[in-house]
């Protein structure tokens, strides 16, 4: 196994790490919009929330050397289903290659976030 880290993501906020290599995939923990120069949420909404987390797991797909297109799996949380429509026009434009997906809506993300994205690419074919 190999550990991913990127500084142009947020560091984590506990004990894990922000991706980890194995078997050929590149498995990550949560993206928060956290942004990575200042440590604080980036957005007020839903849709600048979700551009942030997506920025932020491409910095982490970069680091390993893969893009958005290498996603085979993403799990989304969102701390309010009623956000599901507008977080689904970003999340569009990052995902082309529509990748599967869960997305489920839970009580508190960390930080008070408004949504968090984790996935599993594809490193090696």
Do not use: H, W
Not at 55 to 74: P, S
Not at 107 to 119: F, N, R, S, V, Y
């Amino acid at each position: 196994m190999k550990v991913i880290s990127t500084d142009k993501a947020p560091a984590a906020i506990g004990p894990y790490s922000q991706a980890m290599v194995s078997g050929g995939f590149l498995i990550t923990s949560g993206q928060i919009p956290i942004n990575p120069a200042t440590g604080s949420i980036e957005g007020k909404d839903i849709r600048e929330q979700a551009d942030q987390s997506c920025r932020n797991l491409g910095e982490v797909l970069k680091e390993a050397g893969i893009g958005f297109e290498n996603v085979v799996k993403t799990v989304c949380f969102l701390a309010d289903m009623n956000d599901f429509a507008a977080f689904n026009e970003v999340y569009a434009g990052y995902f082309t290659s529509k990748p599967a997906r869960s997305c489920v809506a839970v009580k508190t993300l960390p930080k008070g976030a408004l949504c968090e994205i984790e996935c599993v690419a594809e490193i090696a074919s």
